[in-house]
C-alpha cells in the first residue's frame, strides 16, 4: 500500500510540473489576441501646443500677477554690474618685485598702406614701426582697483605723467574709479591687452622710449 501511494504521488507532482509548463509555454509563446473591451472614460484628441502661443501665454500670465517686471529689474541690474564691473583677471596677481623689459612693436606689413590722399606710406612685405609714424603720448597704466595701495600708486603717476596716462582696471569697479581720477576708466577684459605686453603682475605701466616700448611692473 506503501508503494502504491508512492507511485500516485509521484504521478502528481510530474503531472503539476507539466500543467505548470504548459501554462508557461501558452503565455510566452502563444499568440495574443485584442478584444475590444468598451469605452472606459472620456476619451480626449492628442494636440500639441504651438511653442510661441505657449511662450506668449506664459509672458502675460507673469505680466498679470508681475513676475515679469521684477525680472527684467533683475536682469537690468546684473547687466549694470557687469558694465561696470566685468570679470576679473584673476591670473593677474600683485607685483611682489620690479620687472622692466622693451618690446618692438614692429609690424609685418602683408599689403601696402596708403593714406587718405592715396599715397604708399608703408609698403607691402615689410616691417613697419607704428612708433615711427605716430608717438605714444600717454602711458598706459594697469593696477587693480580694489587695491587702496594701488590706487594711490596711481594717483603718483598721475602727477608724474601730468595726467597724460590711460588708466586699464584688471579689477575693480570702472564707475568707482572715474570718481576718484575724473578720467575714463578702462578694463583689460578677456586680458587682450596684459597678454599683448605679456604682464603678469601688477601694477604695471607702458610707456614708449624710443621707438620702443618700456614695460614695467612695479612693486609698492
Known amino acids: 500500500m506503501s508503494l502504491h501511494f508512492n507511485r500516485n504521488l509521484k504521478k502528481h507532482r510530474i503531472l503539476k510540473v507539466f500543467l505548470i509548463n504548459t501554462l508557461v509555454f501558452f503565455c ?10 468598451g469605452v472606459i472614460s472620456k476619451i480626449y484628441p492628442i494636440s500639441e501646443i504651438d511653442l510661441l502661443d505657449y511662450i506668449k501665454e506664459k509672458i502675460e500670465f507673469m ?19 557687469h558694465t561696470d564691473r566685468p ?17 618692438d612693436p614692429s609690424v609685418y606689413v602683408p599689403y601696402n598702406l596708403k593714406d587718405e590722399n592715396g599715397h604708399i606710406f608703408a609698403k ?7 612708433l615711427s609714424i605716430r608717438s605714444l603720448h600717454t602711458a598706459l597704466v594697469f593696477y587693480d582697483g580694489d587695491d587702496k595701495d ?3 600708486w596711481v594717483k603718483a603717476i598721475n602727477i608724474k605723467y601730468s595726467g597724460q596716462t590711460k588708466l586699464i582696471l584688471i579689477n575693480g569697479s570702472i564707475s568707482q574709479q572715474e570718481r576718484i581720477f575724473h578720467q575714463p576708466i578702462y578694463f583689460d577684459q578677456q586680458a587682450k591687452l596684459t597678454n ?12 614708449q622710449e624710443g621707438l620702443h616700448l618700456k614695460i614695467m611692473e612695479i612693486a609698492i
Do not use: C
Request: proline share 4%; no cysteine.
Open 63 to 81: 505680466q498679470k500677477n508681475g513676475r515679469w517686471e521684477k525680472i527684467q529689474n533683475e536682469l537690468k541690474i546684473r547687466v549694470e554690474n
Open 87 to 103: 570679470f576679473s583677471l584673476t591670473t593677474i596677481n600683485k607685483t611682489m618685485i620690479n620687472k622692466s623689459w622693451s618690446s
Open 124 to 130: 607691402a612685405g615689410t616691417l613697419v614701426n607704428p
Open 150 to 152: 594701488q590706487v594711490e
Open 28 to 37: 510566452l509563446y502563444s499568440p495574443l489576441y485584442a478584444k475590444d473591451l
Open 196 to 207: 599683448h605686453f605679456n604682464i603678469a603682475h601688477v601694477p604695471a605701466v607702458v610707456f
